[in-house]
Every structure is written in C-alpha cells, then in structure tokens.
C-alpha cells in the first residue's frame, strides 16, 4: 500500500509540475506577444509618422507645380521649358515612389493585424486611402500635361512645324488601393472621360 501511495504521490506531484511549467510557459509566452505588439505598435506610429510628413512634401510639390508649370504652360514657351518641365515631373514621380515605398513597409505592420490601440488601427485603416489619392493625382496630373502635348503638337503642325513635344511616360495606373470601389484622387476629367468612353461602347 504505502508503495502505491508514494506512487500516486509522485504521479500527481508531477502532474502539478507539468500544469505549472504548462502555466508558466503560458505566461512568458503571452508577455513576449504584448512586448512584441507594443514594439510594433511604436514602428506603426513611427512609419506613419513619416508616411505622413512625406505626403506633406508631395502636397507642396505639386502646389508649386501648379503655381509653377501645370498652371502656366503657354506655346511660345513649351518647347524651350520641356526638359525642364519633364525633369520636375520625373522630380515629383519620385515622390511617389517613396511614398509607395513607405506605404508597403506599413501593409507588413497592419496586414491582417489588429492592435490594443485605436489610434494605431486608424492610421493601418487610413494610410491606403491616403496613398490611393496620391497616386491618383500623380497619373490625373500626367495625363493633363499629356494632353497639354498634343494641344502643342496639334498646333504646332497646323502652322505647318515639324516640332513635336514627347509626352512624359510613366507606368503608373490609376489605384483602388484600399478596395472601396472608388479611385480617390481621379481628376473629375478623367472620370467624365471615362463615363463617355463607357457610353461610346454601350451605343
């Protein structure tokens, strides 16, 4: 009997051992995930943080680009400026570039990732809008320069030039990057645009 006894002494010894190493290893476990959030948590705030003052920079770019080039772009001047024109474009293509950059270090921190933090969840939610739009303006401000191209080309051939402009190229496409079905950003003349090629193919 007391050879029995000490057997189920030590059994439930070691059962109580097992459940609370099992315990233990719980805990340390679940504090290495809050440490490891609360980490990622700080990076969010300071890639948005740097997201964000990057967007401000792109924002006064394309101010002055409007002040500067896009909103005084005149025939007699067009082809003497165009090298410099397209080098501010280049210039403000690189922008975005960054900013997409920026943007994909923040989709590996917020992808299928909620955090403790309401803050923290708003600039995961809204850092993809944000980024839509700016590349949205980037390509409506390419076309606009585009079709400033061929007003020149057109005009420059009805007084019988050969000068002809290039248009600046770029990849880039209009983005629904956050996937709301609305390409925030799109220049109203390029949905207007759009709306006519859509009515053209329905006739």
């Known amino acids: 009997m007391k050879g029995k006894r000490a057997a189920f002494v ?7 051992l097992l459940i609370s190493g099992g315990v233990t290893s719980f805990l340390v476990s679940l504090k290495e995930d809050r440490e490891l959030t609360l980490k990622r948590m700080v990076i969010v705030n300071d890639e948005f943080e740097d997201f964000s003052n990057s967007t401000t920079s792109f924002e006064s770019y394309r101010d002055e680009l409007y002040n500067n080039v896009l909103g005084s772009l005149y025939y007699d001047s067009l082809g003497n400026d165009d090298a410099n024109i397209k080098n501010v474009l280049s210039n403000y293509e690189a922008m975005v570039d960054s900013l997409e950059k920026k943007a994909k270090s923040l989709d590996d921190l917020c992808k299928n990732v909620y955090y403790p933090d309401s803050s923290v969840n708003s600039k995961c939610n809204n850092y993809k809008s944000i980024f839509e739009q700016v ?7 390419i076309a606009l320069y585009n079709k400033n191209i061929d007003s020149y080309n057109t005009f420059q051939l009805s007084n019988g030039s050969t000068i002809q402009l290039q248009y600046y190229n770029t990849k880039k496409k209009y983005i629904d990057n956050n996937g709301d079905g609305i390409y925030d950003g799109k220049l109203e003349e390029e949905k207007k645009e759009e709306v006519k090629e859509e009515e053209k193919v329905e006739e």
């Open 10 to 16: 030590c059994l439930m010894l070691s059962l109580v």
């Open 135 to 141: 590349n949205n303006f980037f390509v409506g401000d």
